[in-house]
């Protein structure tokens, strides 16, 4: 497992992140350890969860995802474990009801409220990485800063990222972080897979410039990549399965991720990986981490059987025939809302 620093900080991770939005809802408490038992063992270090987790449409309690982290974290040494969290941002449908009271933001309030019940449930006294999950465009980012900068001056939290961000929103938290003299996102958690490139628009560059680092989320797009909806299959449990019968705003993912053209593109990528021998998931997981602005890809599971598939990107590297072939297909690939 190779390892990569987080932006300008002095915290370097496994290029291979397991991500934990599924455990709670997909993944029972019991599998959840098994997945991150089978990384762990694996050199994977880093672990990314979220106040809002489990956010499948039909979940009631959200935080259960942190408190199984939690759990599972006390059976490891603490400082062998580089621990990812979010604070939630701007309330969204699926979580208005349930999180805070219906109330959610990116003011010093919501912050420090959201840290410290994030501190409780995962059952530890620091977060080594603390994100905004969603950006808040009713509140001054130099305010969000300096009350983020306040984590960091507390020993709460270690590093700053944000998630789902604009190129504009970026580099304004930049700029307010370098006026203000406080502490700067060194990470940027937004979704990138073979079937949505839209990052390397724009914020890729942005990235390469200001020493950020690129968590990709979904790099399986959503589960499209793993073939498991061709031919208009939707298996049992999985997520777009669930979505087909959810809130508007999940209907509009589905739609955008799973269609004609990425199914098409899906199954031109599964032959590109069995020419190389390896699955069409492994595939899509090396090609993410080989970027030069990607510090870790964040990978899920909702079953231990899947690991192995995930973790097998780790000793890939793809060649430059193989980039070329690939970026021939990314051509007529739509670009889901990322």
């Keep these: 497992m190779k390892s990569n620093r987080l932006g300008k900080s002095g915290i370097v991770v496994s290029d291979i992140c397991m991500g934990t939005m599924t455990f709670g809802h997909q993944a029972d408490e019991k599998t959840a350890f098994r997945i991150m038992d089978m990384a762990y063992d694996a050199g994977v270090d880093f672990y990314d969860t979220a106040e809002m987790y489990p956010v499948p449409p039909d979940v009631k309690y959200v935080g259960a995802t942190e408190e199984i982290v939690g759990r599972w974290l006390k059976t490891k040494d603490r400082d062998s474990v580089i621990l990812a969290s979010k ?48 950006p808040d465009d009713d509140f001054p980012l130099e305010e969000t800063m300096m009350a983020l900068d306040e984590l960091v001056q507390s020993g709460k939290v270690r590093i700053l990222g944000c998630s789902n961000e604009t190129t504009w929103g970026l580099m304004k938290s930049l700029w307010a972080s370098d006026a203000h003299g406080v502490a700067r996102h060194h990470t940027i958690q937004n979704n990138f897979s073979l079937n949505n490139r839209r990052f390397e628009d724009e914020l890729a560059q942005a990235c390469r410039q200001e020493g950020v680092s690129l968590l990709p989320y979904s790099p399986l797009a959503g589960g499209v990549l793993s073939g498991k909806y061709n031919d208009g299959a939707f298996p049992e449990g999985a997520r777009f399965s669930l979505y087909q019968h959810a809130p508007k705003r999940q209907q509009v993912m589905l739609h955008r991720f799973l269609n004609e053209k990425t199914l098409e593109c899906t199954r031109r990528y599964q032959a590109i990986a069995a020419d190389l021998g390896i699955s069409v998931v492994t595939l899509a997981i090396a090609w993410s981490k080989q970027h030069d602005f990607v510090a870790s890809t964040i990978v899920g599971a909702t079953t231990a059987e899947q690991v192995p598939e995930l973790l097998a990107a780790a000793d890939v590297v793809l060649t430059t025939e193989t980039l070329a072939a690939i970026d021939a297909v990314s051509k007529d690939v739509p670009y889901p809302m990322g």
């Design 87 to 134: 604070v939630a941002g701007p309330s969204h449908s699926w979580i208005k009801a349930p999180l805070r009271g219906g109330k959610t933001g990116l003011d010093r309030h919501h912050i420090v409220r959201a840290v410290e019940t994030s501190l409780q449930r995962l059952d530890t006294d620091y977060i080594d990485l603390y994100q905004t999950h969603w």
